[in-house]
């Protein structure tokens, strides 16, 4: 009688361990998806934008009758995100098509020879979208963020760090932004070139 009851204990804790390793790793590989989730829907508002992007050279190119510099910087940019490779790349280069949209519309906002483009509702609906989408950049890089903080603290925390190692999961890096990309374009006078 003794004898059963040390084995069901045995069969007990090895169950237990059994239900712990499984679920740790089912909250790993869910904490990993999480995270490119969330890198998904970064790249997802850079989608946006850079889909916004032809409308916004159409309605500025056919208001302002000339292509400007500002118009070929966007069109670059976009095309370098869309043909970007890797998180870094893809980024940077989502940054730079951000930074050139913002350079073109505060150029046409603060230009005074181009009421006209400044009056049209396409142009004011396309500069609200962008702007929005830019704000839902913000919230999904900082929600990715959240997400590899909450990955990284499972995988570096006692005992998951050991389970962790054990089935191939290490801790992510955090998104930094690299400054270059990040400068704010220079707008001399304001005047569209």
Known sequence: MRGNVILYGAIGVIVLLGLFVMLSYNGFVSMDQDVNAKWSEVENQYQRQSDLVPNLVSV???????????????????????????????????????????????????????PELQANKQYV????????????????????????QKFNTAVKQFPGNVLAGSFGFS???????????????SLGSGQLP
Request: aromatic share 6%; hydrophobic share 35%; proline share 1%.
């Open 60 to 114: 500025v190119s056919s208001s302002v009758r000339i292509e400007t510099s500002l118009l070929q910087n966007v069109t670059e940019a976009r095309s370098r995100w869309q043909s970007a490779s890797g998180l870094l790349n893809k980024d940077i280069a989502g940054v730079q098509m951000t930074n050139g949209i913002t350079a073109l519309v505060t150029a046409v906002s603060t230009a005074e020879n181009y």
């Open 125 to 148: 609906a396309l500069t609200d979208e962008l702007a929005g989408t830019q704000n839902r950049i913000s919230v999904a890089r900082g929600r990715y963020i959240e997400s590899i």
């Open 171 to 185: 801790g992510k890096e955090y998104y930094q932004a690299k400054v270059e990309a990040m400068q704010t374009p």
